[in-house]
């Protein structure tokens, strides 16, 4: 339309009508000023036409769809002199040298455990959850209710919630924030991408935007992945090498993750540390993983499928117990640097660190069967089939060194050990040995 107009316009304009050379005789100059004005005239008319035509049939194109979550009003599900209560009371520290850490993703599997192990040897923590559906909320609201007898308050809401994160760093002066809230699972991307978009970039930006705008700003320590590895062939796996190659949206968002991260310490100067997890597994797990469900599909009699490399060979994790990761966690909390920034400015450079915390030790998916069967007395009914082209990565196996030297990261528990307690808690959490409690 504008352009539409300006075309229209452009004959009108004086400068076309202007003679090359002046003219000197004064009827001359009459007649071409008389047939100028009749044609300002004109012009005048034709332009006031096509702007009201133009008023009249321009509505305005929609606003661009919204990726955040509907914000919610202050005292709608948060806020109020009593949640603030509730905040700042979770948050005291009960130890002098303990942190104040707000742990988001805090009823995920490892924030339940890591918040645990925080408010056990007295630092302040809040947990932060939007108890979203991805799998059975009845395992949040348990995992929850344990963070509660513990102290540990849980705020539901989601970190693409702006408003939210600014009023917590308000009512607390957070040291350090625990980032773990965040669209898990390799295969589900494919049926879910935007919802790694929306939790991995967008929530990760906006809670690193509450972060640099805070006084103090605190340390951050967040969960990337294993997955950021991708294709790279070069085992075990070290920080050093390459992660440009990712299998899956999921590893992409955690790899986008880090050069965020990167950015707001560069600009902000934030203190960052980024752990890539190795398949951590235990009790009070994540249901969508294949040690969980095979358990509950093994004890069900329903056939497990078992992923095989098309290439003859072994697909195999570097599976890694929570206590272990736990510790991992706790280490890089423990040797965070402060940030240096403040109202949002830069005063120095500040730490940006990246581990790997993994087990070292590779075990093919064949063998987790195995061991499973043995501890449930059941013989699964297995289905092998070639590896589906769905994000999955063949191999991991993590170089440890890095997080040893620096956090004194030395995991501990070997599979059999490990899925031996996670049994022994699947069993009493499920009595029948079915989902009773939940439907995931
Ligand atoms: O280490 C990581 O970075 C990642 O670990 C897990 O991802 P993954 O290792 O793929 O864990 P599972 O989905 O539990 O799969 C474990 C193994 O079982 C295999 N599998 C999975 C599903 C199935 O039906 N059959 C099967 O053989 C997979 O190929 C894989 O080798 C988590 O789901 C991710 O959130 C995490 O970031």
Not at 81 to 104: C, D, F, M, N, P
Not at 141 to 165: M, T
Not at 322 to 337: E, F, M, N, R, Y
């Amino acid at each position: 339309m504008v352009q539409q107009m300006s075309e229209t316009t452009t004959p009108s304009t004086p400068g076309k009508l202007k003679p090359d050379k002046p003219h000197h005789h004064i009827h001359n100059r009459f007649r071409i000023h008389s047939s100028h004005s009749r044609l300002t005239l004109f012009s005048s008319l034709f332009l006031a036409f096509i702007l009201l035509l133009f008023f009249f049939t321009f509505t305005p194109p929609p606003p661009p769809p919204s990726t955040t979550a509907p914000r919610r009003v202050l005292g709608d599900s948060w806020g109020g002199s009593h949640w603030e209560h509730l905040v700042s009371k979770s948050a005291r520290r009960s130890s002098a040298s303990g942190h104040t850490v707000l742990v988001t993703g805090a009823a995920g599997f490892v924030g339940t455990h890591v918040s645990l192990a925080l408010k056990r040897r007295g630092d302040g923590v809040l947990g932060l959850d939007n108890f979203n559906r991805y799998y059975d909320p009845n395992l949040k609201h348990a995992r929850q209710k344990l963070l509660e007898r513990a102290g540990v308050f849980v705020v539901e809401g989601d970190i693409n919630d702006g408003p939210l994160l600014k009023k917590l760093f308000d009512v607390v002066p957070f040291t350090h924030v625990m980032h773990l809230a965040a669209q898990a699972g390799v295969r589900y991307a494919m049926q879910n991408p935007n919802s790694y978009v929306h939790s991995n970039i967008a929530g990760f930006v906006n809670l690193l935007e509450a972060c640099k705008s805070a006084n103090p700003q605190p340390a951050i320590v967040w969960a990337s992945s294993s997955s950021v590895y991708g294709l790279n062939s070069k085992v075990p796996f070290s920080e050093k090498d390459r992660t440009d190659q990712p299998a899956s949206l999921y590893a992409a968002t955690k790899k986008a993750g880090e050069e965020i991260a990167h950015s707001y310490n560069h600009i902000y100067g934030l203190s960052i540390t980024a752990l890539r997890f190795f398949t951590v597994y235990g009790p009070y797990g994540r249901p969508d993983m294949a040690y969980f469900f095979f358990t509950k599909d093994i004890l069900k009699g329903k056939q497990i499928t078992v992923f095989e490399s098309p290439d003859g060979g072994t697909v195999a994790r570097d599976f890694t117990y929570i206590d272990d990761i736990v510790k991992g966690c706790l280490g890089a909390l423990d040797t965070a640097k402060k940030s240096t920034g403040s109202g949002g400015k830069k005063k120095g450079n500040a730490q940006f660190r990246v581990f790997n915390l993994g087990n070292t030790s590779p075990v093919p998916v064949s063998e987790l069967v195995a061991i499973l069967e043995k501890l449930l007395k059941v013989k699964a009914k297995k289905k092998i089939l070639f590896m589906p082209r769905n994000g999955d990565v063949k191999f991991t196996h993590a170089n440890i060194s890095l997080a040893y030297r620096d956090l004194g990261y030395r995991p501990t528990i070997d599979l059999e050990t490990g899925l031996k307690k996670f049994v022994k808690w699947y069993l009493e959490f499920y009595p029948s040995g079915s989902n009773k409690k939940g439907s995931w």
